[in-house]
Each structure stands twice: as structure tokens, then as C-alpha cells.
């Protein structure tokens, strides 16, 4: 692959301000800051909140041209769905699918090959692209493997992923899907790193994405390891981009149905002996503010890029009973409403915790 930006894209220098740029926007962590949220484009004028699913269903639909929600208990081994609309769609879901890594790193630690605790030291040839501070540290400093996925799941910290991704084991993480709940694991095989996704979308053109996505899972193994590894940061440049960027094929795909499983795994790893950490490590922040008293614990993580919002909830409510709550947007032309989508996700929260 040639080290040139893709021909035709669009790009622009400033519209992803407020996401960290282009590259940053693209694998975020979903942290819907409303500031900067109405960078993904242009905000609707504020409107009474939706008071009850249907309303929620239809403030969806009007907010990008694909949308799924799916709010569930959680009872024994099954998902008991409170309300769901479209929850088998497959979306887009950018830094989400760090679930599978953590989930990867914690059948590991089970089965004895790592250790929350072991050291791990950054190299650079697993220094990926912001956000997250830990590309700047030196190489060959060291952090424990928690240290590590905390980073991972609370800052979407991508220097930390690419380093947990590479310790578990990308193929390895691949076969886990099945075990979390991934109807189609085949979706994301091969799991890019969030290097390769910054390469692919901003230093590769057109051609050269037909052509990884034309080519055999074993091709696409090559490209990534010898091609696109090859890369220099420099074929990034400084880019922030006006439309949304391969989002239908270079991402990471699940469906709420598939994030609700890899919470209710997560969850009933967390109750396994040395596992604990995995519920802990979920719930160090939250973009959306959950009430203390109503929900006494709050798991999360979500992903977005220009185009793309994806944010999942594992939830505990003062009964002590657990519900997931997931809801997805998609638009292959514009950015998604930012201000509207948190409105409306507050108004699902809203919805659950009054589920009797």
C-alpha cells in the first residue's frame, strides 16, 4: 500500500475540533461531553424529552438513518428484553468492541497465562494514535496489565488497547467472540488494532480498502502485518474530516443483541474467583450521569467516530436487580445530532429505572 492520504475523501482540517481531530474522533471512547458534542454536526433545537418508549422509538429514527436500542434485564442466564427496537442490527460501534479485549484478558487471567498484576512494557511498535496519553511515555515503560486495561476501558486510552490486544492475543480474541455473545464474529476477523483502523481510513486510498476488503482473511492477515504496519505516523498528517470515513467497512461491527451478551458474560466472569477487577475496571466512568441511589452500580463503554455512537450500560438498580441498556446510531453521510442523542439516552435511562 502507498503511503498517500485516500484520493476523493474530503478532508478538511477542522471539523472534528473538540474530538482530538480526525484520528481521535474516529476511535473514541464516547465520553458525549455536550460541548463538544455538537461537533458531529449540527445540533437540533432542544424539545420536550420523550416520556415513554414509543416516543423514544421515534425520536431514534429521526436522529440518524439507522438506530437500535435494547434495554434488558438481566435474570439468571438470560437477557429479558424491558424494550428493544431494531436490537438484531448490526452497527457500527468503534471503541465498544475493547469489551472483547478486556473479556480476552480475563479468561487468561482464569485460565493462569496472565496475571492482573504481571508488567507490561510499552514498545513502539504497539504505539497507536490518540486519544490517550500513553503514546507519548517512553518505550519500555513499564504498567501493570490492569493499569493497562483500565486506560483501556475508562480513557479509551489506544496506545493501552493496541498493547492489550497484542498481549491476549489478536487471534485469540477473535475465537472469544463466540463465548461473549457475537452472533457473526466473522464480522471482525481479522480485529484490527486501532492503528491499523487509523491507517486503513486515513493513510490508504480508496483502492487500496477495495482491495483488503476484496481480499481472504489470510490476505488481509499479510496486509495488515506487512503493509500496513509499515506505515510511518507521518501518513497521517494533521486530518479532521467533514463526512463520515468507511464506516460500513473499516469499524468494528456488533448489534445491541451482541454488546447485551458481552455484558451479561462480563458480568458473570466478574463473579469468578480473581475476576473481580473486570466489573470494577467497567465502572470508572461514565459519559451520562446514572443517579447514586437509584443505580448503586453503572458498567459502561461506547465508541463513536464522525458518522457513528455506540454506547452500552451494565447497570445494577437499588433492588439489586441488573439490566444492560444499549443504544447504537448510524449515518454514512453526516455526523450523529450529539445533543439529541444524549437527550434521548437520558430518556431511556429514565424509562428503566422505572421498570417495574
Known sequence: MENTTGTGRQLSRRTAIGYGGAIAAAIGGTRLPRAAAAQQSGATPASPAPSTWEEIDNRLASIAPATALLAAELIDDEIVPVHAYNPDLVLPIGSSYKLWILGTLAMQVEEGTLDWEQIVEIEDRYRSVPGGDLRYVTAGSPFTMRYLAERMIQKSDNTATDHMLHLAGRENVEAALTAMGVADPALNVPLLSTRELAMLKFACTTEEVDAYIAASVDERRRI????????????????????????????????????????????????????????????????????????????????????????????????????????????????????????????????LAETP
Open 224 to 351: 495488515l502485518a506487512e503493509e500496513v504496519a509499515a506505515i510511518p505516523y507521518e501518513a497521517l498528517a494533521d486530518l479532521d474530516q467533514t463526512a463520515p470515513i468507511e464506516i460500513d467497512r473499516i469499524e468494528w461491527f456488533a448489534s445491541r443483541e451482541d454488546l447485551a451478551r458481552t455484558m451479561a458474560w462480563l458480568l458473570a466472569q466478574s463473579q469468578k474467583p480473581g475476576l473481580r477487577p473486570v466489573t470494577e475496571i467497567l465502572s470508572l466512568e461514565t459519559p451520562v450521569p446514572f443517579d447514586g441511589e437509584t443505580w448503586p452500580y453503572v458498567g459502561y463503554k461506547g465508541g463513536s467516530e464522525l458518522g457513528v455512537l455506540s454506547a452500552t450500560w451494565l447497570l445494577q438498580r437499588a433492588d439489586g436487580r441488573f439490566f444492560v441498556y444499549t443504544v447504537g446510531f448510524r449515518d454514512p453521510e453526516a455526523g450523529i445530532d450529539m445533543p439529541a442523542a444524549i437527550d434521548l439516552i437520558e430518556s431511556g435511562r429514565d424509562r
